[in-house]
């Protein structure tokens, strides 16, 4: 299966932990993006990068959060204090930049649902 | 059967019957749009796109109209089957942002 993965599929951590989540996109894919998607709502853009230079932040990312693609590969999300409100589902997608605007077809992963106790 | 974009979230339709879901976008400079499916524990899957210049694109059973002029967006699905229920977003490209969708739900 060549799509979007990411790792783990769940986490539950207590309240004041730090978690991490990982992302491989599509290989050929420049541009990764973060979300983040709450019961019963549409996904949240968090962040985007092109190839490793992370290029927009969302006023969402707070400083508990912070997101890196090191290489212009994979890239990791890292939340420190966790609290209770993170409790979400993280997602991942990748496209191919050098379409419209910031907006090209994206493919997602499964996500990472993230259960903060 | 049809809906009313975040208005009415929900939208129950037969077998068979044709579906229509409706979204209306924030920003008028917007040029790109992506209509999502999202089974349940599940990413979005793509589904069709339109540019602003074009205002009806036809996929297989999926068709998109976009009305510039007051910022709606529409997805029929034709002969609406189970595997198409789930939820539906549409997304500009002005600031990657999804609404909060229409679910789907499909009676045999």
């Known amino acids: 299966d060549t799509g979007v993965s990411q790792n783990p599929r769940h986490k539950i951590t207590k309240r004041g932990q730090n978690v991490t989540f990982r992302c491989d996109p599509i290989?050929?894919?420049?541009?990764l993006y973060w979300y983040r998607q709450t019961l019963g709502q549409g996904p949240e853009f968090l962040t985007y990068?092109?190839?490793?230079?992370?290029?927009?932040k969302s006023r969402l990312l707070s400083d508990r959060f912070s997101a890196e693609r090191p290489k212009g590969s994979f890239s990791t999300l890292e939340i420190q204090r966790t609290e209770q409100g993170d409790s979400a589902m993280y997602l991942c997608?990748?496209?191919?930049?050098?379409?419209?605007?910031?907006?090209?077809?994206?493919?997602f992963g499964p996500g990472t649902r993230l259960t903060v106790l | 059967g049809e809906s009313v974009g975040l208005h009415l979230p929900t939208l129950s339709v037969q077998e068979g019957d044709n579906s229509i879901i409706n979204c209306a976008y924030s920003?008028?400079?917007?040029?790109?749009f992506i209509w999502y499916k999202q089974e349940s524990g599940k990413g979005p899957q793509f589904i069709i796109d339109?540019?602003?210049?074009?205002d009806k694109r036809q996929g297989q059973r999926v068709t998109v109209l976009l009305n510039k002029t007051v910022k709606h967006l529409s997805l029929q699905i034709a002969a609406t089957q189970p595997g198409d229920s789930a939820v539906y977003f549409c997304?500009?490209?002005?600031?990657?942002?999804f609404g909060a969708g229409t679910r789907l739900t499909v009676k045999p």
């Open positions: 339109i540019r602003s210049n074009m």
């Open positions: 920003n008028s400079a917007s040029d790109y």
């Open positions: 290989s050929e894919h420049n541009r």
């Open positions: 997608a990748s496209s191919l930049g050098g379409g419209v605007g910031k907006y090209n077809e994206q493919f």
């Open positions: 997304a500009e490209n002005s600031d990657m942002r």
């Open positions: 990068f092109q190839n490793e230079a992370q290029l927009e």
